[in-house]
């Protein structure tokens, strides 16, 4: 089992940037960020894959949020830039529960299976 510690939330201004990071107690498993706002389902941000040969972004946030990871200290980033207030939510890290795993083009929720506690991000107007 993958443990997930998940950090760098907080309450920003619309515009500004916060750096997300998550801790993993494994190495080499494709990870992902979602967020889930109050009343909303659970929706995925951005993953990567175990090697960062590939990257997914969701529409909403392409070219303001950048996914990265340091296979070197088992830690996932996820840098947002231009928040926007309706990003307000709670962003949670998450891992496949199998290493090196692959990530299809859409990745979907039920492809990943250790969650980390969640840090919250508020974006106010």
């Known amino acids: 089992q993958v443990q997930l510690v998940d950090s760098g939330g907080g309450l920003v201004q619309a515009g500004d940037s916060l750096r997300l990071s998550c801790s993993a107690s494994?190495?080499?498993?494709?990870m992902g960020w979602f967020r889930q706002a109050p009343g909303k389902d659970r929706e995925l941000v951005a993953a990567i894959t175990w090697d960062s040969r590939v990257k997914y972004y969701s529409d909403s946030v392409k070219g303001r949020f950048t996914i990265s990871r340091n296979n070197a200290n088992n830690t996932m980033y996820l840098q947002m830039n231009s928040l926007k207030p309706e990003e307000t939510a709670v962003y949670y890290c998450?891992?496949?529960?199998?290493?090196?795993?692959?990530?299809?083009?859409?990745?979907?929720?039920?492809?990943?299976?250790?969650w980390g506690q969640g840090t919250q991000v508020t974006v106010s107007s």
């Open positions: 494994g190495a080499r498993y494709t």
């Open positions: 998450s891992s496949q529960r199998k290493p090196m795993g692959e990530m299809s083009s859409g990745p979907r929720r039920a492809e990943f299976g250790y």
